[in-house]
């Protein structure tokens, strides 16, 4: 049986007290009394006092993006092994906003993958397809592309270690999300892909929805069955609606 798993993303957003106190409902609404998976990635600053905040909760926490490289010259950038530091256990790598607004390509996307997991830290691998290229019936293509990248650099069995969000570019922060049925379309797209090259890890391998998810919709998502939770942006900052997506894994 695959677990369940909600990751909110909050992106750039937050400061020190809001942080508190949305941790603060999260925390009193869920912890211990989840069995799934629920965690927060956070922006880099607010590693240390969200660590100490969740440490002792059943929440886990991470970062919304890692360099690919060690250690080195490379100014402004942070390694996997620093978020190791801060006892991450996931990373987002491939997030459609770093693809389109910082240049990161399926290569490098890969390379962050190998970085995190070499740290020991599970990376949430964002795959999806923009308007233009549904619109072009290129959906399948862009997205086999985008996970051969990863198994080509790091193996098939990488994944045993990693989570899967599909995330449609069209449908992240716009309000618009996908119906339960092409989410799960596309998800079987994916476990069926990966089947036919390792049964196994297909069938393990959590894959998360992500796009405008919110309480309001999140129980017909999270009820298809190639449909292991969600990955959430604008709502994971608003502590009731994060927490009506938690219980709508179940
Ligand atoms: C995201 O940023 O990963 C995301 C899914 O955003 P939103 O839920 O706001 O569409």
Known sequence: ????MVVGNWKMHGNLLENKQ?????????DGLHEDLIAVCVPYLYLPSVQNQ??????????QNVSQY??????????????????????????SERRMLFGENNNVVAEKFVAAQNAGIIPILCVGETLE????????QVIEQQLKSVINLAGIESLNKAVIAYEPV???GTGITASPEQAQDVHTFIREGLAKQNSNVANQVIILYGGSVKG????ELFAMPDIDGGLIGGAS???NDFITICRALR
């Open 54 to 63: 969740l440490q002792s909760s059943s929440i886990a926490w991470g970062a």
């Open 170 to 172: 069209w449908a992240i």
């Open 133 to 140: 290229q549904r619109e072009a019936y290129n959906t399948e």
């Open 22 to 30: 949305l941790l603060d409902a999260v925390i009193s609404s869920l």
């Open 237 to 239: 900052l608003i502590a």
């Open 70 to 95: 060690e250690k080195g010259a490379y100014t402004g950038e942070v390694s996997a092994s620093m978020l190791s530091d801060f006892r991450c256990q996931y990373v987002i790598v491939g997030h």
């Open 1 to 4: 049986m695959r677990k369940k």
């Open 216 to 219: 309001s919709n999140a129980s």
